[in-house]
């Protein structure tokens, strides 16, 4: 079993759900989304925990470098 820093156990492949890739497509594209509204929407917290999203200075969710990648990835 690998465990990261915070103890969390992550298998070796992510597989995103689709709101996953929408809502990383939706911050690519220059969407911001609040941390609130995120709950709303029940955003999973596996982007955040796996570096895919990040808070900004302002609090809401930006998409990382990798969380590009990840997207680049699925539409290959």
């Known amino acids: 079993m690998q465990n990261n820093t915070s103890g ?6 992510f597989d995103p759900t689709v709101d996953e890739l929408e809502t990383l ?3 690519e594209m220059g969407r911001a989304i609040s ?3 995120a709950l709303r929407h029940h955003l999973s ?5 796996r570096g895919y999203i990040t808070k900004n200075a302002g609090g809401d969710l930006a998409i ?3 969380g590009r990648v990840l ?3 699925q539409d290959a």
């Not at 969390?8 to 492949?13: A, E, F, M, R």
């Not at 917290?45 to 925990?49: A, D």
């Open 45 to 49: 917290g596996r982007l955040y925990e």
């Open 64 to 66: 990382t470098d990798s």
């Open 35 to 37: 941390v609130p509204e």
């Open 25 to 27: 497509k939706q911050l």
């Open 71 to 73: 997207i680049r990835r």
């Open 8 to 13: 969390i156990y992550h298998t070796p492949y």
